[in-house]
């Protein structure tokens, strides 16, 4: 073995990452452009109260010192009044759900509409009901929970992440090195005194070198963006980020070990990339799923990749609390490497 | 001197096909010798199999006396007729890589000069012409100061200029003491760079020679033809063998020098005359029936 061969080729894949300017950007826009979406989404989706329409009002804001609604439903929090001019533009946002509930303020008593179907308005309606009957004692004992909350973007972070080394590695040397088989590109190296382990060694280092600079690149940006909390240790979140790397290439490896055909090969990724996609709990939990899907999934390395992260990042987990997931990955890399070298071949 | 290669009973079976069919050849070490045929004769899966890049399904090769072992990769050069580069390195990057894959490899200096390759060395490998990847790939089969060098139709595909020019590095390097083997559909390329030739055909060799030595074994004589018009005495009383062939009338001789002699004697008019000796081409058709290239 030769040490010095391993970091020609070595070097040789890096240049390809780094110069193929579009899966280049790529690498790095795809998880970007998912975790902003997703802030995006769920930003627009949390609640946001309940939208009361007022009129006759000539502006949005409305003025209410001469109105006749009590004080307690005016200042209730979670309640977002719009003015309108007249019935007639009022009832049409109300029957297009734009509003939840609609008031006309400058009778004695006031008159309301609310939509017969629509659980805020008549979530509403009680609130206003209620708020012409006297304060009363409050009813029974409250506690404040406090903690942080656990966005769903905390908990998509990882999965993304997990993702994209997926991708990586099954693409950046399983569909690479076949292609290169089929092209005659491993031909032209098995003729040099290159030896097979050498070279797939070497496709294997690249590509881990090559995810984790992803994902610190990555990291940085989603945390300037999004500020990404950790509970756990970074120490102990980087190594189940490598060993997943590495168990996830190892795959790879063992896709590129045979097979002259793009498309067969494709498919084979395709094959093994979506239901890791959606077994491997990247975009949601599998609680309620049934036990032999749950079962399944055990196989599939980023199931335990993404499920020792999480723990670590959202739960402060430590690295012992997770070693049962390590161990999982560290038997996945030793098959596929072993299996991989069996199986390999330059020609076919 | 020993040889440096010999093949001997050398089979190679495909499923069903069987792509090389008993060949043996031995080759004495400075010599460039040729495989000539046809397409699908055989010529890259003899040559792959000789390069250990395939598995022999049958027959012996020896290098040097022996069978391969691992030095070989490092003592022979091989430029593959269907082969493409890493993508997104430049010709240097290239060379440099494969420089560094080799124990004692050629200077870059020595590789830039002798293919001529110093004002595309800072091109991505796919933004070359045909002419330029043969060269470069040519320099990859020479980078490691091979004694055995294997060109698979090294000038296929060049235009002639280009084809010249290959020509030429090729010869450079014969001078330099190496020994070649190369496989051809032209015969032209054979001629001009081959001091031994073997003539491929479905998977064995039909002759083996020298280019005269091949012309003298399998072609009589010459052909001489003249326009019809020259003739003014009835066909039928033609002095030699001839057929009529668009407006003009070609005769076989044994011997260009006899044919010309005969022709004059008898006061034949001369002008316009076009005379043609036998070539690799003519040794081909009249061993197979057919032309190298269909
Ligand atoms: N990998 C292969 N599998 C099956 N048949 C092959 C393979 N390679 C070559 N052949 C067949 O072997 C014959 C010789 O091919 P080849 O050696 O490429 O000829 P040449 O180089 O003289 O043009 C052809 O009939 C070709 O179709
Ligand atoms: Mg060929």
């Known amino acids: ?348 | 001197m020993p040889p440096i290669l010999e093949v001997k009973n050398l089979i190679k079976t495909f499923k069903t096909v069987t792509a090389v069919n008993g060949i043996s050849f031995t080759i004495p070490p400075g010599i460039c010798f040729g495989l000539l045929g046809p397409n699908g004769a055989g010529k890259t899966t003899a040559l792959e199999v000789i390069e250990g890049i395939t598995s022999p399904s049958g027959g012996e090769i020896l290098f040097n006396g022996a069978p391969q072992t691992e030095a070989f990769r490092e003592e022979v050069g091989i430029q593959f007729q269907h082969t493409t580069l890493l993508d997104f390195l430049t010709v240097r990057n290239t060379l440099e890589t494969f420089r560094a894959l080799y124990r004692d490899p050629e200077s870059m200096e020595h590789l830039v000069e002798t293919c001529n390759l110093a004002e595309i060395l800072d091109h991505m490998n796919n933004k070359i012409s045909g002419g330029q990847s043969q060269r470069l790939m040519l320099a990859l089969a020479l980078l490691n100061k091979p004694r055995l060098i294997f060109l698979d139709e090294p000038s296929t595909g060049l235009d002639p200029q280009a084809r010249r020019n290959l020509w030429e590095i090729v010869r450079a390097i014969k001078e330099d003491g190496k020994t070649i083997i190369l496989t051809t559909h032209s015969m032209d390329e054979a001629e001009y760079l081959c001091d031994e030739i073997a003539i491929m055909d479905h998977g064995t060799i039909i002759a083996q020679g020298s280019p005269p030595e091949l012309i003298r074994r399998y072609c009589r004589g010459g052909i001489i033809s003249l326009p019809r018009a020259n003739i003014t005495i009835p066909l039928s009383q033609l002095p030699l063998p001839y057929k009529e062939v668009n407006g003009r009338v070609e005769m076989t001789t044994e011997t260009i020098d006899q044919g010309l002699k005969i022709l004059m004697s008898k006061g034949f008019d001369l002008s316009d005359i076009s005379v043609h000796s036998p070539d690799l081409e003519d040794v081909f058709l009249n061993l197979t029936g057919r032309k190298l290239r269909e």
């Open chain 1, 1 to 348: 073995m030769s040490l010095k061969r391993i970091w020609v080729m070595f070097k040789a894949r890096n240049y390809e990452f780094f110069r193929d300017k579009a899966a280049f950007g790529w690498n790095f826009l795809f998880p970007f452009l998912i975790i902003a979406g997703f802030a995006i989404i769920f930003g627009g989706r949390d609640f946001s109260g309940f939208k009361v329409g007022v009129f006759p009002s000539t502006t949005k804001q409305i003025d209410f010192t001469s109105t006749n609604l009590p004080e307690k439903f005016i200042t209730t929090t979670h309640l977002e009044f719009i003015g309108f001019p007249d019935q007639a533009t009022g009832l049409k946002k109300l029957k297009h759900h734009q509003i939840d509930f609609l008031i006309r303020i400058d009778t004695p008593t006031p008159l309301y509409w609310q939509l017969d179907s629509s659980p805020k308005g008549y979530l509403v309606e009680r609130l206003f009901q209620s708020a012409f009957v006297p304060e009363n004692n409050p009813y029974g004992t409250k506690e404040i929970v406090e903690g942080r909350e656990i966005r769903y973007l905390d908990w998509l972070f990882p999965g993304i992440l997990g993702m994209n080394m997926m991708f990586s590695a099954l693409w950046g040397v399983g569909y690479v090195v076949v292609r290169y088989r089929k092209n005659g590109v491993l031909k032209r190296l098995k003729a040099t005194p290159l030896t097979a382990f050498e070279y797939m060694t070497a496709q294997a280092l690249s590509r881990f070198f090559l995810q984790i600079f992803t994902l610190i690149v990555v990291w940085i940006g989603a945390d300037l963006l999004f500020s990404i909390h950790v509970e756990g240790s970074l120490v102990a979140l980087s190594v189940v980020f490598a060993l997943g790397g590495l168990s996830l290439t190892s795959v790879g490896l063992l896709l590129a070990a045979r097979g002259t055909s793009e498309e067969f090969t494709s498919g084979a990724l395709n094959f093994i990339a979506w239901p890791m996609m959606f077994l491997s709990e990247v975009w949601f939990s599998l609680e309620g799923a049934p036990q032999w899907v749950k079962g399944f999934a055990e196989v599939l390395p980023l199931t335990h990749l993404l499920r020792a992260a999480r723990h670590i990042m959202n739960d402060g987990a430590t690295l012992a609390q997770v070693s049962g997931d390590c161990l999982a990955l560290i038997i996945t890399t030793l098959i596929c490497l072993v299996l991989g070298a069996t199986l390999f071949s330059w020609n076919d």
